[in-house]
């Protein structure tokens, strides 16, 4: 480390692991109504079937602000963030695995080598992104569930918290109830960016957060709650909640990826005041 500045000095695995995940908790932090805008969009079709079947009311959301003031004037401005610590909880588990430690990985791949080439790439952002969901996945659907339930009068709340919503989808579903997901549908949603991302993913994440909110046995897999919506609601349902989802991941990724930058800088020099001091 002699002769480097500290903006200098390459952060290492664990800056990189913690930065990751506190820099993409801020993000949630500023971007989570917007998350749940989407997921009330995403189920709105069930819960309309559901009134229709004499099961209770729905609200009809319209549009991203729409659902937002609606949410607020029915349920209070709390239940913009319901779900909020099942969220951290997976951006501190997910961000801090896929993109902390996704140098490490290429490296572990490339030997070593600076010269990664495509190949090396793909396999360690596979390698990452699979490992980030298979750790984060109870979290993703903890949150879901959180954001789909409403808070108003009439509605009864099936979770009174975080903890209590892990044991209570273990106790009633199993183990694999909190692992409720494709696996595919997460690679899907990794490729490409902007626009083309939300086009393109935008199906497979309505499907995922209707499978995720779905009771046990609604649905006896991803591909049959596919064809359920497309014979139900039609192709436009796919594409429930595309604007806060768009809106999002835009803010999403500008927030994370300089706070990321910021906070990388800010460890690393202290480190070399600390490091200095000694």
Known sequence: MVGFRPAEVPPSTAVKFVGAGTAACFADLLTFPLDTAKVRLQIQGEAEASAAAGKGCALKYRGVFGTIITMVRTEGPRSLYSGL????????????????????????????????GIGSRLL?????????????QPTDVVKVRFQAQARSPGHTRHYCGTMDAYKTIAKEEGIRG???????????????AG???????SPVDVVKTRYMNS???????V????????????????????????????????????????????????????????
Request: hydrophobic share 45%.
């Open 85 to 116: 610590v099942a969220g951290l909880q997976r951006q501190m588990s997910f961000a801090s695995v896929r993109i902390g430690l996704y140098d490490s990985v290429k490296q572990f791949y490339t030997k070593g080598s600076d010269h990664a």
């Open 178 to 192: 909190l692992w409720k997901d494709n696996l595919p549908c997460h690679f899907v949603s990794a490729f490409g």
């Open 223 to 278: 591909l049959n709650c596919a064809a359920a919506m497309m014979t139900k609601e039609g192709p436009r349902a796919f594409y429930k909640g595309f604007m806060p989802s768009f809106l999002r991941f835009g803010s999403w990724n500008v927030v994370m990826f300089v706070t990321y930058e910021q906070l990388k800088r800010a460890m690393m020099a202290a480190s070399h005041k600390c490091t200095t001091n000694l």
């Open 195 to 201: 626009l083309c991302t939300t086009v393109i993913a």
């Open 124 to 136: 360690a952002g596979c390698t990452t992104g699979a490992l980030a969901v298979a750790i984060a």
């Open 215 to 221: 009771a046990s046995g609604q649905y006896s897999s």
